[in-house]
């Protein structure tokens, strides 16, 4: 009996270009935090900025309030940039669509970009965890894991494709966390990290463009 698959897409860098200007939002987010004392770079910027919530306050209430508020600077800069599809991007989701395998997405966006990209895509993913759905960003395994359980609740195989380390960390770490679901964590080439760096970090193969997951051997075959 074959058993089910799914496919777990990341969205920027990977169905899509958000042109989002990210040294202007560090130094947006080194304005509200460097003058309570806080020195880091915000490299990555949402680890950034649960670190300077907890330098800046020693309450848990008070941090979740710096956290908000440095994630509204990333919220305001991502709806106002631009979303372009990447190449091949709208063929693939459109020809996984018909076919019927399911898909989903795991993105370190809000959700004000994921309604947006989703305009652009022009499809309809079974199931979403955005930054805002989440407690914790890649490479914590959380999206993954919630949104696996939605798109295989009766277990199966899951195609994680990124186009980052941190897309593919976080798909290694899941599959301890989820004993019914085999994870296989592909790497795409979208100028974030090149094929030895997602390589290592765990990705069981890695393609040039992302429509090249069709010829995965679970889709092959369809």
Not at 15 to 27: G, H, N, S, W, Y
Not at 69 to 74: D, H, N, T
């Amino acid at each position: 009996m074959t058993r089910a698959s799914a496919i777990l897409f990341d969205l920027d860098g990977t169905l899509v270009d958000l042109e989002v200007d990210i040294e202007q939002v560090r130094a947006e987010l080194r304005a509200v935090f460097e003058p309570l004392g806080y020195g880091g770079g915000f490299r990555p910027i949402l680890p950034g900025i649960d670190e300077a919530a907890r330098t800046v306050a020693h309450t848990p209430e008070v941090r979740r309030e710096w956290v908000a508020r440095g994630r509204a600077v990333i919220d305001r800069a991502e709806a106002a940039a631009r979303v372009t599809a990447r190449p091949g991007a709208c063929d693939i989701v459109w020809a996984l669509a018909r076919s019927g395998v399911p898909i989903g997405l795991f993105t370190d966006n809000g959700r004000c970009a994921v309604e947006r990209a989703l305009t652009v895509l022009q499809v309809k993913f079974q199931a979403v965890a955005s930054r805002d759905d989440v407690m914790c960003p890649k490479p914590d395994p959380e999206g993954v894991s919630r949104v696996a359980g939605q798109l295989l609740a009766a277990g199966g195989v899951l195609w994680v494709i990124g186009d980052s380390v941190r897309d593919i960390r976080a798909a290694v770490a899941a599959q301890s966390e989820l004993a019914n679901v085999d994870i296989r964590p592909i790497g795409v080439i979208g100028g974030r990290s090149s094929k030895t760096d997602l390589t290592d970090a765990g990705a069981h193969a890695v393609i040039d463009r992302v429509e090249d997951c069709l010829s995965l051997p679970a889709f092959a075959r369809r």
